[in-house]
């Protein structure tokens, strides 16, 4: 797929015009290019060229999407950013890196296989939301969209899986001014969808801490333990797997948005806002301190929106007890994982269905909808899992 050249600009006739400058002065102002060559100035993007650095998007991560569907290069011959050329195309070093990309995420579908996790198809849509052209370099923001259907699901179980991610995509102008794409960058705050292959961020790690600190107690990963059902509650947990799916995608207004937020992201205060919906009350008092629990469109406690504020309220309020085992959640359950296993934790999940005793999990930063359990751990087999009864 190409588009349209790029309107050329003058050419350079001279870059020094001066009747009085040496040749060496002259030739010491040449910009770094072979000698003689034609040189376009500073290229402008066009509607035409977004549209392009659109569809190469769209390319990337199609192919990494259906890497885990079937292989390396899906149901094609050969990627589909091998048909980019000319005016828009991959650099020879992103080509490579992709290359690598597409044959570890085969490997990832292997190892997702073997944990249960199959997918029959997926699809992949991107959107380009903003272009910043500074020179000869175009950052691209994109958005990519990705639907995953499980192979083979039964009776009960959920079709698909789905998340969205953000990106920045560079570009940079060659002498002719045509586009390479030279660099790929995963933008959330949590880097968690299944096609990611670099390490997860961790969130900021907690600014308070002493002995007073409540422990959550680590949940194994091993399959089929003994159930645990829930037993004498009064929350709403259907409420709150409502919320959390019906709000994965298009963030509630009535709160504020920590994606890219010194605070470590939004993956805790989407999980709160959850909770809230299935009858959590407030605990109102100081924003710091870790036994009090509030959130609403003007003021969020630590404890609302921190990874481990929320932890230490969860158990030191007695509304959560400690599981087992990861595969014991339930629906209004919530896991967290310490990507790093240095004690602090990174991430926040909330339970939104369940079915042949695998749990899945929906969460914020990457937006992501019904993530199995078993993906997770097969994904992150290092990390440490923290499983909450709420």
Not at 204 to 219: E, I, Y
Not at 280 to 296: E, L, R
């Given at each position: 797929?190409?588009?349209?050249?790029?309107?050329?600009?003058r050419?350079?006739?001279?870059?020094?015009?001066?009747?009085?400058?040496?040749?060496?002065?002259?030739?010491?102002?040449?910009?770094n290019?072979?000698?003689?060559?034609?040189?376009?100035?500073?290229?402008?993007?066009?509607?035409?060229?977004?549209a392009?650095?659109?569809?190469?998007?769209?390319?990337?991560?199609?192919?990494?999407?259906?890497?885990?569907?079937?292989?390396?290069?899906?149901?094609?011959?050969?990627?589909?950013?091998?048909?980019?050329?000319?005016?828009?195309?991959?650099?020879?070093?992103?080509?490579?890196?992709?290359?690598?990309?597409?044959?570890?995420?085969?490997?990832?579908?292997?190892?997702?296989?073997?944990?249960?996790?199959?997918?029959?198809?997926?699809?992949?849509?991107?959107?380009?939301?903003?272009?910043?052209?500074?020179?000869?370099?175009?950052?691209?923001?994109?958005?990519?969209t990705?639907?995953?259907?499980?192979?083979?699901?039964?009776?009960?179980?959920?079709?698909?899986?789905?998340?969205?991610?953000?990106?920045?995509?560079?570009?940079?102008?060659?002498?002719?001014?045509?586009?390479?794409?030279?660099?790929?960058?995963?933008?959330?705050?949590?880097?968690?969808?299944?096609?990611?292959?670099?390490?997860?961020?961790?969130?900021?790690k907690?600014?308070?801490?002493?002995?007073?600190?409540?422990?959550?107690?680590?949940?194994?990963?091993?399959?089929?333990?003994?159930?645990?059902?829930?037993?004498?509650?009064?929350?709403?947990?259907?409420?709150?797997?409502?919320?959390?799916?019906?709000?994965?995608?298009?963030y509630?207004?009535?709160?504020?948005d920590?994606?890219?937020?010194?605070?470590?992201?939004?993956?805790?205060?989407?999980?709160?806002?959850?909770?809230?919906?299935?009858?959590?009350?407030?605990?109102?008092g100081?924003?710091?301190?870790?036994?009090?629990?509030?959130?609403?469109?003007?003021?969020?406690?630590?404890?609302?929106?921190?990874?481990?504020?929320?932890?230490?309220?969860?158990?030191?309020?007695?509304?959560?007890?400690a599981?087992?085992?990861v595969?014991?959640?339930?629906?209004?359950?919530?896991?967290?994982?310490?990507?790093?296993?240095?004690?602090?934790?990174?991430?926040?999940?909330?339970?939104?269905?369940?079915a042949?005793?695998?749990?899945y999990?929906?969460?914020?930063?990457?937006?992501t909808?019904?993530?199995?359990?078993?993906?997770?751990?097969?994904?992150?087999?290092?990390?440490y899992?923290?499983?909450?009864?709420?």
């Amino acid at each position: 797929m190409k588009s349209r050249k790029l309107s050329r600009s003058r050419r350079r006739a001279t870059i020094f015009g001066a009747a009085a400058a040496s040749v060496v002065a002259g030739a010491a102002l040449l910009p770094n290019w072979s000698a003689g060559a034609a040189v376009v100035d500073d290229p402008t993007v066009d509607a035409k060229t977004k549209a392009t650095f659109q569809r190469l998007a769209d390319a990337v991560f199609t192919d990494r999407t259906d890497a885990l569907v079937t292989g390396k290069q899906g149901n094609r011959e050969k990627p589909l950013t091998n048909g980019f050329s000319g005016d828009v195309k991959l650099s020879v070093g992103t080509a490579r890196t992709e290359d690598a990309t597409l044959s570890s995420l085969g490997q990832r579908k292997d190892k997702l296989a073997k944990a249960g996790e199959k997918y029959s198809k997926a699809a992949t849509t991107v959107t380009l939301n903003a272009t910043r052209v500074t020179g000869r370099t175009a950052k691209a923001a994109v958005t990519e969209t990705t639907t995953l259907t499980y192979a083979k699901a039964g009776a009960g179980q959920p079709r698909t899986t789905g998340f969205q991610a953000q990106h920045e995509l560079t570009f940079k102008a060659d002498q002719s001014g045509n586009w390479q794409l030279t660099g790929i960058a995963d933008t959330d705050q949590g880097g968690l969808a299944v096609n990611t292959l670099s390490k997860p961020v961790a969130s900021v790690k907690a600014t308070t801490a002493d002995d007073t600190m409540p422990n959550a107690a680590r949940a194994a990963t091993t399959r089929n333990p003994a159930a645990v059902p829930k037993t004498g509650t009064t929350y709403d947990y259907k409420a709150m797997a409502a919320y959390a799916e019906k709000y994965v995608y298009t963030y509630n207004t009535d709160y504020p948005d920590f994606n890219n937020h010194t605070a470590g992201g939004d993956c805790t205060n989407f999980v709160s806002q959850s909770l809230k919906a299935g009858g959590w009350k407030h605990v109102p008092g100081y924003v710091y301190d870790y036994t009090k629990w509030f959130g609403n469109a003007d003021i969020q406690s630590d404890s609302f929106v921190g990874v481990n504020e929320w932890s230490w309220f969860a158990q030191n309020s007695k509304r959560t007890t400690a599981l087992a085992n990861v595969y014991q959640l339930e629906v209004g359950d919530v896991l967290q994982m310490d990507f790093d296993r240095d004690g602090s934790k990174d991430h926040t999940m909330i339970v939104t269905y369940k079915a042949n005793g695998i749990p899945y999990v929906t969460y914020h930063s990457n937006n992501t909808l019904r993530r199995s359990v078993a993906s997770l751990v097969a994904s992150y087999p290092n990390a440490y899992y923290y499983a909450y009864r709420t």
